[in-house]
Nanobody
Framework: VQLVESGGGSVQTGGSLRLSCLAS??????????MAWFRQTPGKEREGVAT???????IYANSAKGRFTISRDNANNTLYLQMNKLGPDDTAIYYC?????????????????WGQGTQVTVSA
């Protein structure tokens, strides 16, 4: 399974970005993979932001609730993260992750497939 993120960039505080993650591979079937977004800054552990199960249920980190929305387009093998009301604390490299089970949570150790990451920078 290959995951490729896009959509990162630089925005000012209060702005919005939408990240995308395109999944591919012979073994990838959307209905069998839960997906997630993580983020990481230098010197810190990778932090779970949001996850979406195979049935569409979602779980968000407290830092993302009310501002971020995770969604998936199974027909196009694409995962999204809509981020609104961004602040400097959201600056990080954002990673897409996948695991071939029905139910996932926000622990990085759970996921076996990772993208290369996309940089998000929010200026004050």
């Amino acid at each position: 399974v290959q995951l490729v993120e896009s959509g990162g960039g630089s925005v000012q505080t209060g702005g919005s970005l939408r990240l995308s993650c395109l999944a591919s591979g012979d073994t990838y079937t959307p209905s069998r993979y839960c997906m997630a977004w993580f983020r990481q800054t230098p010197g810190k552990e990778r932090e779970g932001v949001a996850t979406i199960q195979t049935d569409g249920d979602t779980i968000y980190a407290n830092s993302a609730k009310g501002r971020f929305t995770i969604s998936r387009d199974n027909a196009n093998n694409t995962l999204y993260l809509q981020m609104n009301k961004l602040g400097p604390d959201d600056t990080a490299i954002y990673y897409c992750a996948a695991r071939n089970v029905r139910l996932c949570f926000l622990g990085a150790w759970e996921y076996n497939y990772w993208g290369q990451g996309t940089q998000v920078t929010v200026s004050a």
